[in-house]
């Protein structure tokens, strides 16, 4: 997630506008990455209704990348808490 933080932030900027426009003119698909999210979130959906919970082991049998994926999005919430926090910063 904090990658894609920073793409964003990329995005304002002129030379990556106009780093995406030379992409894009060459027929670049950017859906891809959000096809990918979106069937990783899907498959946490369906592994919430059979468990009663999201906690996916990082090592998920069934599907490593779902386990992965928990596992960097709580990483990087906690890391973002912090900084939101006053009380963690010393």
């Known amino acids: 997630m904090r990658k894609q933080y920073k793409d964003l932030e990329?995005?304002?900027?002129?030379v990556w506008k106009n780093r995406f426009a030379q992409?894009?003119?060459v027929g670049f698909?950017?859906?891809?990455?959000?096809?990918s999210w979106q069937e990783?979130?899907?498959?946490?959906?369906?592994y919430k209704e059979a468990n009663g919970h999201c906690r996916v082991p990082i090592k998920y049998e069934k599907n490593?990348?779902?386990g992965s994926l928990v596992y960097r999005m709580r990483k990087y919430h906690k890391e973002h808490?912090?900084?939101q926090d006053p009380v963690w910063k010393k």
Do not use: H, I, Q, T
């Open 23 to 25: 992409l894009e003119a």
């Open 40 to 46: 990783l979130f899907e498959e946490l959906c369906e």
């Open 10 to 14: 990329k995005k304002e900027n002129p």
């Open 29 to 35: 698909e950017w859906g891809k990455v959000n096809d």
């Open 81 to 83: 808490d912090k900084k």
């Open 64 to 66: 490593r990348k779902l």
